[in-house]
Structure formats: C-alpha cells, structure tokens
C-alpha cells in the first residue's frame, strides 16, 4: 500500500538556517512525488513536484528512489518560510489520487 | 484561487443530525476530491468523483456519502453526524497535470 511518512511534527529553525523538512515512501510502482504548503489562514497550495525539477521560492526537492525519499530541502530560511508542509505521493494506476504525509510544522524564528 | 468556493466555511451542529457540505468549481475540471484534515493524520481522502454520477471511495469513507450531479457541484453528506467527524473538510480539483490538485479554502465542522 501507499504511504509517505513525514516523521517530524515541528521543525523549529532560526532565520537564515538551512531547512530540511523529510519525507519517506512506500509504494511498489514508479511515483510521482510533491510537496503542498498550507501558510496560516491560506489554503492547501502546490509548492513544487518532483517531475519539473524546479527551485520554488528557493527550495529544492530530489526523489531518491534507493532511500524512498523527497525531503525539502532550503538553504537559508525566511521568516515567510513558517507553515505547514505537506508530501504527497501518487503514481501509475492510482487514478489520479494523492497519500499525504501527517505534515510537518516548520516554524522560523527571527 | 483556481474558482474553488465551499460552504459553509463553519459549522456546528449536534451529534446524529444530518450535514451537508458543497464545494463548488468554475474550474470545469472533470476531477474532484473531498478531504479531511486532522492533526497527526495530514489529509484523508473521503470520496472523489471522476465526472458526473461517477464517484468512488477513498481511504476514510464510512460515514460519508458523495454526490456528483453537476461538473461544477459536488457535494459531501454526513447522514448522522458523529463527534469523530469533528475535522476541517477540505475540497480539491484536479489541476493543469495529472495528479496536481487545487485547494478550496475549507470547512470548519464542529459535531457536539
């Protein structure tokens, strides 16, 4: 079965800090990985997916398929970096659904 | 905001009362999904819908009832709400790529 497991619930760095928020996954078949951003008050939004390799507001995520992970990764932080991030996980057959991780709170402290 | 409305943005209501939640698009999209989001659990899929009248369970779905009779309505309903139904009930499209999604801004249910 699918499952992506963010195994931090907060994430708490200064201002200026790298950031590493991690996600790991089970899935049998080739995945299709993302990771979602929910800033206060604001709703669930797509911040970047593995497939188009890109740097979204200077974070980076690469899909290690030998350690089944898509951590998020930013080498200095902002105070507009803090709120809740999501991983999600979809691939071939599974209908267009997405498995979120339980999220990971990332505060950044000036 | 991708034209993802849903209502009501609060709610409360009392245990074994029926409640009915609508999300509404102007997206077009043929995909929509109906979530639940509770701390230490992330985001659950309830149902989904595929087109019209073609709906599907997801892994949260005992409880819960779906219908699908216009592109742009789908609508969530509790038929006898329970105090475990307590959530933030989230709405999503499909997006531009497979397996993208877009966001409704919530529901706030609270069950007494």
């Known amino acids: 079965a699918q499952r992506v497991t963010q195994p931090e619930k907060l994430l708490s760095v200064f201002k200026g800090a790298p950031v590493e928020l991690k996600c790991n996954y089970s899935?049998?078949?080739?995945?299709?990985l993302f990771w979602y951003v929910q800033y206060s008050r604001q709703r669930l939004q797509l911040l970047l997916r593995?497939?188009s390799r890109e740097s979204i507001k200077g974070f980076t995520a690469d899909l290690n398929k030998g350690e089944t992970s898509f951590h998020l990764k930013k080498p200095f932080a902002q105070e507009e970096d803090s709120a809740m991030y999501y991983c999600?996980?979809?691939?071939?057959?599974?209908?267009?659904?997405?498995?979120f991780g339980a999220g990971t709170i990332l505060r950044v402290k000036s | 905001d991708a034209g993802i409305t849903q209502s009501p943005r609060h709610k409360v209501t009392e245990t074994g009362t029926p409640v009915t939640l609508r999300c509404h698009q102007t997206?077009?999209?043929?995909?929509m999904y109906w979530y639940r989001q509770d701390p230490g659990h992330g985001l659950r899929l309830i149902h989904y819908?595929?087109?019209?009248?073609?709906?599907d369970k997801g892994e949260v779905s005992d409880g819960y009832s779906v219908s699908r009779s216009k592109t742009e309505d789908f609508l969530l309903t509790l038929e006898s709400a329970t105090s475990s139904q307590t959530s933030v009930y989230f709405c999503?499209?499909?997006?531009?790529?497979?397996?993208?999604?877009?966001f409704g801004p919530g529901t706030r249910l609270t069950v007494l």
């Open positions: 999600a996980l979809s691939g071939v057959g599974y209908g267009n659904k997405l498995v």
């Open positions: 899935y049998s078949g080739s995945p299709e």
């Open positions: 593995h497939i």
């Open positions: 997206e077009n999209h043929r995909y």
């Open positions: 819908s595929y087109g019209v009248k073609d709906t």
């Open positions: 999503a499209i499909g997006g531009q790529y497979p397996n993208e999604q877009f």
